[in-house]
């Protein structure tokens, strides 16, 4: 199973962005994801989450304008990130959780994808 990130780029405040991370290979499900961000000389941080019962989280400085979700049909999951601000600038993982096919017995998963550089700039 391998993911690949997308979506991030150079967008202005007040601006918005979709991230993309798609698992491909022998993926049977995708079930939980969660997104962080990490700032050069920081650690990476847990800006939100969605578990397998579909619930969601996120942290105070992302809530109401950023939204995660997957899309199970294409073994997908996003960070829709709206109102940007100049503070929302880092490189953003995701991190994904699912099941995958092995010669016919299900095995668990849990991948990083590569980071996205989101940066917000006038």
């Known amino acids: 199973v391998q993911l690949q990130a997308s979506g991030g780029g150079l967008v202005q405040p007040g601006g918005s962005l979709r991230l993309s991370c798609a698992a491909s290979?022998?993926?049977?499900?995708?079930?939980?994801c969660k997104w962080f961000r990490q700032i050069p000389g920081s650690g990476r941080y847990q800006v939100a989450q969605l578990d397998s019962g579909g619930t969601t989280n996120y942290a105070d400085s992302v809530k109401g304008r950023f939204t995660i979700s997957k899309d199970n049909a294409k073994n997908t999951v996003y960070l829709q990130m709206n109102n940007l601000k100049a503070e929302d600038t880092a490189a953003y993982y995701c991190?994904?959780?699912?099941?995958?096919?092995?010669?016919?017995?299900?095995?668990?998963?849990?991948?990083w994808g590569q980071g996205t550089q989101v940066t917000v700039s006038s």
């Open positions: 991190f994904v959780e699912g099941y995958y096919n092995d010669d016919g017995a299900l095995n668990g998963f849990g991948l």
């Open positions: 290979g022998s993926v049977y499900s995708v079930n939980a």
